[in-house]
């Protein structure tokens, strides 16, 4: 199974999600939507869409992912993910699976 670092978007509350599952990323988004996740900001609202996502060669990258964008806190840098590849290229070599 691929493991994937994924960016949930919510219109209505226009914020970001930053996560990462081992799980089909429809299966997980489906959880999402329906507040599965107790403790889950995204229990929230159920209008979460798939922003953007990276697959990984392994858990640990797509864990590293996960926390680099999420030290980033910042918007443009998610909108900059989505819009230029070769940024998540390089995050993806950075956290090369050993």
């Known amino acids: 199974m691929d493991s994937i670092c994924y960016i949930l ?38 209008d ?7 697959k990984c060669d392994c858990n640990a990258q797509a864990i590293s992912i996960e926390k680099h964008i999420k030290r980033m806190k910042s918007r443009t840098y998610i909108e900059n993910l989505k819009k230029y590849p070769e940024i998540s290229e390089k995050l993806k070599q950075k956290y090369a699976c050993s």
């Open 48 to 54: 979460w869409v798939v922003y953007f996502f990276i």
């Open 9 to 46: 978007y919510s219109r209505c509350l226009d914020k970001f999600y930053i996560g990462f599952t081992q799980d089909s990323l429809d299966n997980r988004l489906k959880k999402h939507r329906l507040g599965f996740y107790n403790q889950a900001f995204t229990k929230i609202t159920n």
